[in-house]
């Protein structure tokens, strides 16, 4: 199978962040592929960020692939990333990351239950 994105998705604030956050999904929960629920390109906006928020249900991974910023892992460290990092949200942690760099942070997010 091959699947396309079906349209990318700008969100104002996304989970309590602030700034611009563009999300392009090429897997939602909705295509019903067992052990994955998203797969998605994200753009984190210059000085924009995501809110921190928990997964309670799911685990979640981060590949930088462009950018600098700076991830809070689990509400407790603050850690720099640069392209090449992988972080991991395990089932009940929490998250969020903010771009510190002068261009967008494109991450490509994966979430599995």
Not at 9 to 17: A, I, R
Not at 30 to 43: H, I, T
Not at 79 to 106: A, M, Y
Request: aromatic share 8%.
């Amino acid at each position: 199978m091959i699947k396309q994105p079906e349209k990318t998705e700008l969100y104002d604030g996304l989970h309590g962040g602030t700034g611009n956050v563009w999300v392009t999904r090429n897997v939602t929960k909705e295509d019903q592929l067992e052990g994955l629920d998203m797969f998605a390109k994200v753009e984190v906006d210059i000085g924009a960020s995501i809110g921190y928020h928990e997964h309670i249900h799911d685990a979640e991974v981060y590949y930088i692939t462009a950018g600098k910023g700076i991830f809070l892992d689990n509400g407790k460290v603050e850690k720099s990333v640069q392209p090449g990092d992988l972080c991991f949200i395990s089932k009940g942690q929490g998250h969020g990351i903010q771009n510190t760099g002068d261009s967008i942070l494109e991450i490509i997010a994966v979430v599995v239950p």
